[in-house]
Protein backbone atom coordinates (compact mmCIF):
# COMPACT_ATOMS: atom_id res chain seq x y z
CA UNK A 1 0.00 0.00 0.00
CA UNK A 2 2.54 2.22 1.12
CA UNK A 3 4.42 2.00 -2.75
CA UNK A 4 0.63 3.05 -4.57
CA UNK A 5 0.48 6.13 -1.92
CA UNK A 6 4.19 7.27 -3.59
CA UNK A 7 3.30 6.74 -7.26
CA UNK A 8 0.11 8.43 -6.41
CA UNK A 9 2.16 11.72 -4.57
CA UNK A 10 4.76 11.55 -7.66
CA UNK A 11 1.96 11.27 -10.22
CA UNK A 12 -0.18 13.95 -8.95
CA UNK A 13 1.98 16.24 -7.37
CA UNK A 14 -0.49 16.59 -4.16
CA UNK A 15 0.72 17.45 -1.00
CA UNK A 16 0.85 14.49 1.31
CA UNK A 17 -1.35 15.72 3.85
CA UNK A 18 -3.85 15.87 0.79
CA UNK A 19 -3.75 12.36 -0.13
CA UNK A 20 -3.37 10.51 3.15
CA UNK A 21 -6.91 12.21 4.06
CA UNK A 22 -8.60 11.88 0.98
CA UNK A 23 -11.91 10.53 1.91
CA UNK A 24 -13.42 7.71 -0.95
CA UNK A 25 -16.63 9.94 -2.34
CA UNK A 26 -13.51 12.69 -2.96
CA UNK A 27 -13.09 10.60 -5.78
CA UNK A 28 -14.97 9.83 -9.21
CA UNK A 29 -12.91 7.64 -10.97
CA UNK A 30 -15.78 6.80 -13.75
CA UNK A 31 -15.06 10.45 -14.71
CA UNK A 32 -11.29 10.34 -13.35
CA UNK A 33 -11.19 13.28 -10.99
CA UNK A 34 -10.63 13.98 -7.43
CA UNK A 35 -12.44 16.74 -5.97
CA UNK A 36 -10.82 18.80 -2.96
CA UNK A 37 -12.97 21.47 -0.97
CA UNK A 38 -11.70 24.23 0.56
CA UNK A 39 -11.39 22.44 3.60
CA UNK A 40 -9.01 20.13 2.49
CA UNK A 41 -5.82 21.90 0.77
CA UNK A 42 -3.18 24.09 2.26
CA UNK A 43 -4.57 27.21 -0.35
CA UNK A 44 -7.77 26.81 1.26
CA UNK A 45 -9.16 26.67 -2.44
CA UNK A 46 -11.45 24.56 -3.94
CA UNK A 47 -9.98 22.43 -6.81
CA UNK A 48 -10.99 19.20 -9.19
CA UNK A 49 -7.78 17.25 -9.97
CA UNK A 50 -7.93 14.75 -13.07
CA UNK A 51 -6.57 11.55 -13.04
CA UNK A 52 -4.43 10.19 -15.23
CA UNK A 53 -5.59 6.40 -16.36
CA UNK A 54 -2.59 4.70 -14.22
CA UNK A 55 -3.97 7.03 -11.06
CA UNK A 56 -7.15 5.88 -11.69
CA UNK A 57 -6.21 1.76 -11.89
CA UNK A 58 -4.21 2.64 -8.75
CA UNK A 59 -6.88 4.12 -7.34
CA UNK A 60 -9.50 1.35 -7.71
CA UNK A 61 -6.92 -1.46 -6.41
CA UNK A 62 -6.30 1.27 -2.78
CA UNK A 63 -10.55 1.43 -2.48
CA UNK A 64 -10.99 -1.94 -2.65
CA UNK A 65 -8.22 -2.05 -0.08
CA UNK A 66 -9.78 0.52 2.23
CA UNK A 67 -12.54 -0.65 2.66
CA UNK A 68 -13.86 2.41 4.57
CA UNK A 69 -14.37 6.23 4.33
CA UNK A 70 -10.60 7.34 3.85
CA UNK A 71 -8.44 6.30 1.01
CA UNK A 72 -6.08 5.18 3.77
CA UNK A 73 -7.69 4.04 6.93
CA UNK A 74 -5.46 3.91 10.14
CA UNK A 75 -4.16 0.72 10.28
CA UNK A 76 -3.33 0.80 14.12
CA UNK A 77 -4.08 2.25 17.30
CA UNK A 78 -2.64 5.67 17.30
CA UNK A 79 -2.91 7.93 20.06
CA UNK A 80 -4.35 10.81 17.89
CA UNK A 81 -7.33 8.55 17.31
CA UNK A 82 -7.10 9.59 13.36
CA UNK A 83 -9.59 8.04 11.27
CA UNK A 84 -6.50 7.99 8.20
CA UNK A 85 -2.92 6.91 8.22
CA UNK A 86 -0.64 9.22 10.85
CA UNK A 87 1.61 11.80 8.64
CA UNK A 88 4.78 10.07 9.91
CA UNK A 89 3.63 6.51 8.45
CA UNK A 90 5.03 7.67 4.81
CA UNK A 91 8.10 8.66 5.84
CA UNK A 92 8.53 5.62 7.65
CA UNK A 93 8.06 3.82 4.82
CA UNK A 94 10.08 6.52 2.88
CA UNK A 95 13.38 5.98 5.55
CA UNK A 96 13.39 2.31 4.85
CA UNK A 97 13.32 2.50 1.34
CA UNK A 98 16.51 4.97 1.32
CA UNK A 99 18.53 2.75 3.64
CA UNK A 100 18.57 0.27 0.05
CA UNK A 101 19.87 3.87 -1.76
CA UNK A 102 23.52 4.34 -0.56
CA UNK A 103 25.15 7.17 -2.37
CA UNK A 104 21.62 8.92 -2.98
CA UNK A 105 21.12 12.67 -1.80
CA UNK A 106 18.65 12.55 1.76
CA UNK A 107 15.02 13.23 0.72
CA UNK A 108 12.07 13.79 2.05
CA UNK A 109 8.33 12.72 0.69
CA UNK A 110 7.73 16.57 -0.17
CA UNK A 111 10.53 16.32 -2.41
CA UNK A 112 8.20 14.38 -4.52
CA UNK A 113 6.20 17.71 -5.96
CA UNK A 114 9.54 19.53 -6.68
CA UNK A 115 10.23 16.05 -8.86
CA UNK A 116 7.19 16.38 -10.60
CA UNK A 117 7.65 20.21 -10.97
CA UNK A 118 11.12 19.62 -12.79
CA UNK A 119 9.67 16.48 -14.63
CA UNK A 120 6.68 18.73 -15.78
CA UNK A 121 8.95 21.13 -16.89
CA UNK A 122 10.91 18.57 -18.86
CA UNK A 123 8.07 17.38 -20.63
CA UNK A 124 7.62 21.13 -22.15
CA UNK A 125 4.23 21.56 -19.54
CA UNK A 126 3.96 25.82 -19.59
CA UNK A 127 5.05 26.86 -16.10
CA UNK A 128 1.71 28.25 -15.68
CA UNK A 129 0.21 24.61 -15.98
CA UNK A 130 2.74 22.78 -13.88
CA UNK A 131 2.21 25.63 -10.90
CA UNK A 132 -1.75 24.95 -10.97
CA UNK A 133 -1.36 21.04 -11.45
CA UNK A 134 1.07 21.64 -7.78
CA UNK A 135 -2.38 23.49 -6.66
CA UNK A 136 -0.29 26.70 -6.21
CA UNK A 137 -1.66 30.11 -6.13
CA UNK A 138 -0.78 32.21 -9.60
CA UNK A 139 1.01 35.00 -7.78
CA UNK A 140 0.48 39.05 -8.91
CA UNK A 141 -2.18 40.79 -10.82
CA UNK A 142 -2.33 37.57 -13.36
CA UNK A 143 -3.87 35.51 -9.90
CA UNK A 144 -6.61 37.85 -9.48
CA UNK A 145 -7.63 38.71 -13.25
CA UNK A 146 -6.94 34.77 -14.35
CA UNK A 147 -9.61 32.27 -12.56
CA UNK A 148 -9.24 29.63 -15.06
CA UNK A 149 -8.54 26.60 -13.62
CA UNK A 150 -6.91 25.38 -16.68
CA UNK A 151 -8.34 21.42 -15.81
CA UNK A 152 -8.13 19.99 -18.89
CA UNK A 153 -4.46 21.24 -19.18
CA UNK A 154 -3.63 20.23 -16.54
CA UNK A 155 -4.93 16.87 -17.45
CA UNK A 156 -2.69 16.72 -20.08
CA UNK A 157 0.65 17.61 -18.16
CA UNK A 158 -0.16 15.07 -15.86
CA UNK A 159 -1.05 12.31 -17.90
CA UNK A 160 2.46 13.19 -19.58
CA UNK A 161 3.51 12.52 -15.99
CA UNK A 162 1.90 9.48 -15.66
CA UNK A 163 3.38 8.12 -18.86
CA UNK A 164 7.18 8.80 -17.82
CA UNK A 165 6.26 7.34 -14.44
CA UNK A 166 5.20 4.04 -15.65
CA UNK A 167 7.96 4.07 -18.42
CA UNK A 168 10.64 4.67 -15.60
CA UNK A 169 8.87 2.09 -13.66
CA UNK A 170 8.74 0.01 -16.31
CA UNK A 171 12.52 0.05 -16.98
CA UNK A 172 11.55 1.44 -20.08
CA UNK A 173 13.88 4.16 -21.96
CA UNK A 174 12.56 7.25 -22.41
CA UNK A 175 12.99 8.91 -25.78
CA UNK A 176 10.44 11.64 -26.14
CA UNK A 177 11.70 15.16 -27.26
CA UNK A 178 9.24 18.00 -25.57
CA UNK A 179 8.76 19.98 -28.53
CA UNK A 180 8.44 23.69 -26.89
CA UNK A 181 6.58 26.84 -28.40
CA UNK A 182 8.97 29.61 -29.75
CA UNK A 183 8.01 32.82 -28.76
CA UNK A 184 8.06 35.60 -30.84
CA UNK A 185 10.09 38.63 -29.94
Excluded at 116 to 138: F, M, P, Q, W, Y
Aim: charge should be positive; aromatic fraction near 6%.
Amino acid sequence: MNEMTMKLLLMLAVRKGELITARVDQFDLDNATWRLTTSDTKTKAEITIPLPKQAVELLRDIIRLSDGEYLFPARKYQEQRLPYIHENTLNVALSKVKANMPGVEPFTIHDFRRTARTHLAALGVDSHIAERCLNHKIKGVEGIYNRHDYFDERKSALQKLANLLEACDKGKSWNVTPIRKVKNG
